[in-house]
Structure formats: structure tokens, C-alpha cells
């Protein structure tokens, strides 16, 4: 079996001529195709070849259609016609449609930038279609949407669809909030379907039925909505209403809600389009981006650590669409800033009725002089906090970002990847002074993390000083000022950097045995500082001997043979010689120190 990608894939859309991409109805078509000609098991083995790249790079062509190379026993080569699979053809020894056709089929979809489980799940969602949708009790997992009096009749009669189409022409017109409601009338047709990869393109393919031809920009944010749309279907709210427990994602709906959420992460890869959008048409988009951010706003204050999935949403719509587009104007980020403090007024109002004004972290900063009644602090939702931050991050005010975190922070741990996102996009946007600043700031918030995030920030780290030399003596300051949970990076970025005598003294000062490490990570002191050794190794040999066991000795005798090395390559036998005699007489009671140090062939 072969396992390593034996091409590299595509270009994208780019290599596509124009009369061989797809609309929306072409597209239907396909799918359609695919579930009538190709079974359910030649699917699933197309699908690991494309999953493990054999497919090689597409040629197009109006006459022959679509060819590759597909890297099967051997390579295979496949030729798709377009206009029916049927007369495709594949060199295999397979007579008849094949894995190699449909393993080309999916990269086809990949450059058209179409979901590639849609084929994967050709039959689910046509047999969803043909069957009559069924009526029943909402469950976890199923749409919130629909009340008990929407689901006594799902069926939508010809005429109120034809409404449904009719009202969607005018969809640029309307605001965000209709959008949702026509998505919510259009999806009735389903039924109460369960959060599922197959639901969610078959809803997908209900929505897109009613699309109207609209601006690049504007048909980007329908995309996106769509997919924010079946988010809200897939995910139950973050907390029972009755039990107030937790509530989790079944794994069909976490599998939908991945594929829903890496779709999301490729609309935002590309920026907004606002080509040939001025006067009214501008204002029309930017009321509906207004809206979204609006959307999303109420759609994630809710949300906890363990159930976040608006909250990233909302930072990629202000990152990677609106605040590209500003042109430096700050009104919109200032707005959105005062809608956000507003509702912390609102959270604090409500939880302290009797001091209307609140505090921005906690009505006890406003109570200093009012020493017998402190007052309680306000525990504020995780992503108002984050959503605060990220405006004053757009904003550059990074004193006040780092003060809603750090203040966030002392309530509940942030997810790491949250706080690692800030530092980032200062990476990537080549900020180093700044990014400086943030690396010692958000350090210790990550400091009782695991391991993997710590590698992560200290990778930044390095890219930093890379770029400003000056900023490696704030590392050391910020990794000391994390421990003891930074240690694991704190001594690998000394050891990296050959730092070899702030290394010793740190294990010295911690107590650390020098036989807990490997001896792969002493040899470079040897090499380079030997000297730098002899503390560490006298002082571990004085502690093995004091426990006076077997044991004791024979790890005090192995550090002592590392010791005659090192005096040797320092060549200063006569001091090793005088060293070793001297603690041989002295410890001369203890008999199973003198055997072990003879067995050694360290005395005679």
C-alpha cells in the first residue's frame, strides 16, 4: 500500500477554464450523477485515494474533458467527460465507472473550491431528497428553530415556495435577520432533519436553490451565512435550560460542524470583493457586514470555552473582511466598541442593580473608600472579553486589551489558541516591536498550560528575535517570571541557545539530579563548558553518598566516572586524584561505598 502523496495538488481555480466551471444548478447535476452511476464502496475507496493524494495534476480540455494520472497498483490514466460520466474512461482493468474516476472527481471539486463531501455523500443527500421528510420531536442535535406549532405541518405548498423564491430577489435589500428567517422558511421542506454531513448538504443545497444572482461580495457573505445558518441547526444551546449542565455535540454533529467550519476558514482565505461596488450598492454591504457582526455577536455571548464556535467566527470576520477594508477609519471600530461595552454595563447593571454605573471588571474597583462592603466583582462572558480585546487590538490600544485579558483571565483560564491568535497576526503582519510586547504580556496567562501551546509561543518567540535582537533579555525575564510552569521551555530555550551557565545555575538552584537527564543533553556542556559541570556533579555525588544505600553509590560512582572524564579533558588529573583519594578515605566506614568505587575502577 502505498501511503506517502505521490503528486502535489493543483493550483485551484485559476487552471479552470471558464466554460468548465460550475454553477450552482451544474454543480446539483453532478452530485446527482455521481449517486446514479457510482456505488457507496467505490466512493469510500476514490475518496482514500484522493484523501492520500494519487491523484495528479488536471488538464482540461472543451473537447476530451478532464484528465490525470491516478497513482493506483500503478498509474492509471483517467479521462472524465463532463457532460456524462458514463463515457469517462479510466486505463485500470475496472470496465466501468472506478475510484480512480472519482478520486479525479474530488480534486476537480477541491480546485472548483466545492465541498468535496458532497460527493462523498452523493447517495445520503439524493436519497434524502426522494424521501418524504419526517415529522417529529426536536432532539439534541436537531434545529432549534422550529416551535411545536411549526412542526405539526413541515410541507411547504408550491405557492408559499414560489414566495420563498420571489422574496429571495430581494435579498440584498434585507437585513441580516430576514436572511436567517428566509433560510429558516426555505429549510421547512426538510422536515426536522438530524444534525448530520448529509443534512447539511442537502440543506446547503435547498438554500443555494434560492440564491439570486448577486455582487462577488455579496455572494460571498450568502455563502457564509449559509454556513453560519447550519451552525446554529448543529449546535444545541452551550447549556441545558432546565439542568443548566453542559451540552455536547453528538459525533455526527461534530463532524458536520467541522466540515461547516473549515468551509468558513476557506470564504475568509479569500478577501471581501468589492469590485465594481460604489455609492448605494457600497452602503447596501456594508450595512449587511454591520449586521453580521451583529449576528455573530448574539450568536456567541452564550458560548463557553468548551462549546466556542461563533466567537472565532467573529474574529475573523473583523480580522480578515472588515477591518482590511477601513482605510484607516476608526468609526466602525469605535461603534463596535461602544456596543460592547454597553452590554458589560448591561451584565454589571444586572448583577449589581444597586450601582448602575458598574465597573468595567468588577464593581469592587469602583468601591475602594467602601472598605466595609467590598463590592463583588462581575464575572463577565469569556467572549465579550475576547471581542473587547480584538477591538482594542484593532485599535492599538494594546494597554487596554492586555488589561481585559489579564483581569479574563483570573476568572477562567482562555483557550490557549485564543491568546496565541493575537500573537500571530503580529507575526504575520511583520509587527515585531509589538509583538515583543505582547509575547511578555500574554506569557504568563499561558503559563499553567501544557506543554503545546508553550511550544507554540516560544516559537514566536524565536521569530521575534530574529527580527529584534534586544527583545531575548525580556524572554528570559518573561519565562522566569512564569515559572515553575514555563520550566520545560524555559530550559530548552537555555539549552538551544547554548546559554550554558544560566542552565547549571538553574538546576543547581532547583535541585535537579544530574542522572534525571539524558546524556545526549549534557555532551554539548562537556563540550563546550566542561568547567561548568563540576558543581553540578560534586554536589549531586555529596547528595547520592548521603543516602547511604546501595543505590546512592552506584549512581554516585557513575557521576563520578563523568567527573574523571571531564578533569581529564581539563587536564587536571592531579586535582581528580587528590578529589578521589580524599573521598575515599573519608567515607573509608562505609564499606558499600568502597566496593562500588572498586568495582568502578575508581580506586584500587
Not at 488538464?59 to 463515457?87: F, P
Not at 463532524?255 to 450598492?281: C, M, T, W, Y
Not at 468609526?331 to 468595567?360: C, K, Y
Not at 481585559?404 to 490557549?416: K, Q
Request: hydrophobic share 40%; with cysteine.
Amino acid at each position: 500500500m502505498i501511503t506517502e502523496p505521490m503528486f502535489t495538488p493543483g493550483d485551484g481555480m485559476m487552471n479552470i477554464p471558464n466554460k468548465m466551471r460550475m454553477d450552482d444548478a451544474q454543480w446539483q447535476q453532478l452530485i446527482r450523477q455521481v449517486a446514479e452511476h457510482f456505488n457507496n464502496l467505490t466512493i469510500m475507496r476514490g475518496f482514500q485515494y484522493y484523501k492520500q493524494k494519487r491523484v495528479g495534476p488536471l488538464t482540461y480540455s472543451e473537447q476530451q474533458g478532464i484528465s490525470a494520472v491516478v497513482q493506483g497498483s500503478e498509474e492509471y490514466e483517467v479521462t472524465l467527460s463532463m457532460q456524462s460520466l458514463t463515457t469517462s474512461h479510466c486505463t485500470c482493468p475496472v470496465s466501468s465507472v472506478c475510484k480512480h474516476m472519482t478520486a479525479v472527481l474530488m480534486s476537480y471539486a477541491e480546485q472548483l473550491e466545492r465541498p468535496v463531501h458532497a460527493i462523498v455523500n452523493a447517495h445520503s443527500s439524493t436519497a434524502l431528497k426522494q424521501t418524504t421528510k419526517p415529522v417529529g420531536a426536536m432532539s439534541a442535535g436537531i434545529s432549534s428553530y422550529a416551535d411545536a406549532d411549526e412542526q405539526q405541518d413541515m410541507d411547504i405548498p408550491d405557492n408559499q415556495y414560489s414566495q420563498i423564491k420571489e422574496r429571495a430577489t430581494e435579498l440584498a435589500d434585507l437585513e441580516i435577520s430576514e436572511w436567517h428567517e428566509l433560510f429558516h422558511s426555505c429549510l421547512r421542506r426538510l422536515g426536522t432533519g438530524t444534525a448530520s454531513t448529509s443534512y447539511v448538504q442537502e440543506a446547503t443545497d435547498e438554500l443555494y436553490a434560492i440564491k439570486p444572482r448577486l455582487s462577488a461580495a455579496m455572494d460571498q457573505l450568502f455563502e457564509l451565512h449559509v454556513q453560519l445558518h447550519l451552525i446554529r441547526f448543529c449546535v444545541p444551546p452551550a447549556r441545558n435550560s432546565i439542568t443548566h449542565t453542559p451540552v455536547y455535540l453528538s459525533y455526527p454533529a461534530q463532524l458536520a460542524v467541522d466540515a461547516l467550519q473549515k468551509d468558513i476558514e476557506r470564504i475568509f482565505n479569500h478577501p471581501l470583493d468589492l469590485s465594481g461596488l460604489k455609492g448605494n450598492k457600497l452602503e447596501q454591504l456594508w450595512n449587511r457586514l454591520s449586521e453580521t457582526s451583529a449576528y455573530l455577536r448574539k450568536q456567541m455571548m452564550p458560548e463557553t470555552a468548551s462549546m466556542m464556535f461563533f466567537t472565532p467566527i467573529y474574529r475573523q470576520l473583523w480580522l480578515n473582511w472588515i477591518v482590511p477594508e477601513l482605510q484607516g477609519s476608526r468609526d466602525m471600530l469605535v461603534s463596535e466598541q461602544a456596543i460592547l461595552d454597553d452590554i458589560e454595563r448591561n451584565i454589571t447593571a444586572a448583577s449589581s442593580p444597586s450601582q448602575s454605573g458598574g465597573s468595567v471588571l468588577g464593581s469592587a474597583q469602583n468601591n475602594e473608600s467602601s472598605s466595609d462592603r467590598p463590592g463583588k466583582a462581575v464575572t463577565l462572558p469569556l467572549p465579550l472579553i475576547l471581542a473587547q480585546s480584538w477591538m482594542h487590538f484593532h485599535l492599538g490600544q494594546d494597554d487596554q486589551a492586555w488589561q481585559r485579558l489579564i483581569h479574563g483571565s483570573s476568572a477562567y483560564g482562555f483557550p490557549p489558541e485564543q491568546l496565541l491568535h493575537f500573537l500571530h497576526v503580529l507575526a504575520d503582519s511583520a509587527e515585531w516591536k509589538r509583538l515583543g510586547d505582547w509575547l511578555v504580556q500574554l506569557g504568563p496567562l499561558l503559563a499553567n498550560r501544557r506543554n503545546t501551546p508553550l511550544n507554540d509561543y516560544m516559537h514566536l518567540w524565536d521569530t521575534a528575535i530574529q527580527h529584534l535582537p534586544d527583545a531575548e533579555n525580556r524572554m528570559w525575564d518573561t519565562l522566569v517570571s512564569m515559572l515553575p510552569h514555563s520550566r520545560p521551555a524555559y530550559e530548552d530555550a537555555m539549552h538551544s541557545r547554548g546559554q550554558w551557565r544560566r542552565w547549571i545555575d538553574f538546576q543547581l538552584s532547583t535541585g535537579t539530579e544530574p542522572l534525571e537527564f539524558r546524556v545526549v543533553m549534557l555532551q554539548p556542556i562537556e563540550k563546550d563548558a566542561p568547567e561548568l559541570l563540576l558543581p553540578f556533579y560534586h554536589q549531586a555525588v555529596e547528595r547520592y553518598i548521603g543516602h547511604k544505600n546501595r543505590d546512592g553509590y552506584k549512581a554516585a560512582v557513575k557521576l563520578l566516572k563523568r567527573l574523571s572524564k571531564i578533569y581529564k579533558k581539563m587536564k587536571q588529573e592531579a586535582h581528580w586524584e587528590q578529589f578521589i583519594t580524599t573521598l575515599a578515605v573519608r567515607n573509608s566506614r562505609l564499606r558499600a561505598l568502597q566496593e562500588e568505587l572498586r568495582k568502578g575502577k575508581l580506586i584500587s
